[in-house]
T-cell receptor
Framework: AQSVAQPEDQVNVAEGNPLTVKCTYS??????LFWYVQYPNRGLQFLLK??????LVKGSYGFEAEFNKSQTSFHLKKPSALVSDSALYFC????????????FGKGTRLSVIA | DAGVIQSPRHEVTEMGQEVTLRCKPI?????LFWYRQTMMRGLELLIY????????DSGMPEDRFSAKMPNASFSTLKIQPSEPRDSAVYFC????????????FGPGTRLTVL
C-alpha cells in the first residue's frame, strides 16, 4: 500500500529566508509524487509533480521539490519565502501510473512571518 | 478551483436533516472524487467514480452517506440524517483525460451540523 508522511504540522519561517516542507513516501513500485497548496477557504491547488526524469522539479510560484529515492523523500523548497506563501501544503503519492487516487499526507501549515 | 463548481459553498443545518452537496465538474474528465477535510483526520477520500460509475466507496463513513453521478456533468453527495460529527469541508475533485496524473479540486462546501 502507498502512504505519505509529513512529519511537521507547522513550519515557521521569516520572510526572505529559504523554506523547506518535508515529505516522505512509501510505495511498492515507482512513485508519482505531488505537492498541492491550500489557501484559506479555497480548494487544493496543484503546485508541481515528479513522475520521472530530473530529480529537481520546478513548479508554480517559485517552488521546487527534490526527489530523493534513497531517502524516499520529496521535500518542497523555495529559496526566499514570501508572506503570501503562508498556507497549508499537502504532499501526495500514487504507486506508478494507473487509475488509483492520490494518497495525501495530513498537511503542513506554513507561516511566513514578515 | 478553476472548472469544478461546488454548491453550496456553505451549509448550516440541524442534526437529523438531510444534506445534499453538489459538484459540477469540468468537461473532459474521466474520474471524479469526493473528499472530506477535518482538522482531526485531514483529507479523507470518501468515494470515486470512473466515467460516472462508482469504483470505490470504502471511504464512505456510514450508510448515512451516499453519492451519485447521474451523468458526466453532475454529482451529489448526500447525508441523511446528518450529525454534528459530519461537520467538515467537502471537496469534489476530478482527473482529466488531458492530464491523467493530476487531480483538480473544487473550492469545497463547508458543512456545519448543529
Amino acid at each position: 500500500a502507498q502512504s505519505v508522511a509529513q512529519p511537521e504540522d507547522q513550519v515557521n519561517v521569516a520572510e526572505g529566508n529559504p523554506l523547506t516542507v518535508k515529505c516522505t513516501y512509501s510505495v511498492s513500485g515507482n512513485p508519482y509524487l505531488f505537492w498541492y497548496v491550500q489557501y484559506p477557504n479555497r480548494g487544493l491547488q496543484f503546485l508541481l509533480k515528479y513522475i520521472t526524469g530530473d530529480n529537481l522539479v520546478k513548479g508554480s510560484y517559485g517552488f521546487e521539490a527534490e526527489f530523493n529515492k534513497s531517502q524516499t523523500s520529496f521535500h518542497l523548497k523555495k529559496p526566499s519565502a514570501l508572506v503570501s506563501d503562508s498556507a497549508l501544503y499537502f504532499c501526495a503519492v500514487r504507486d506508478g501510473p494507473g487509475n488509483t487516487p492520490l494518497v495525501f499526507g495530513k498537511g503542513t501549515r506554513l507561516s511566513v512571518i514578515a | 478551483d478553476a472548472g469544478v463548481i461546488q454548491s453550496p459553498r456553505h451549509e448550516v443545518t440541524e442534526m437529523g436533516q438531510e444534506v445534499t452537496l453538489r459538484c459540477k465538474p469540468i468537461s473532459g474528465h474521466d474520474y471524479l472524487f469526493w473528499y472530506r477535510q477535518t482538522m482531526m483526520r485531514g483529507l479523507e477520500l470518501l468515494i470515486y467514480f470512473n466515467n460516472n460509475v462508482p469504483i470505490d466507496d470504502s471511504g464512505m463513513p456510514e450508510d448515512r452517506f451516499s453519492a451519485k453521478m447521474p451523468n458526466a456533468s453532475f454529482s451529489t453527495l448526500k447525508i441523511q440524517p446528518s450529525e454534528p460529527r459530519d461537520s467538515a469541508v467537502y471537496f469534489c475533485a476530478v482527473r482529466t483525460t488531458a492530464s491523467t496524473d493530476t487531480q483538480y479540486f473544487g473550492p469545497g462546501t463547508r458543512l456545519t451540523v448543529l
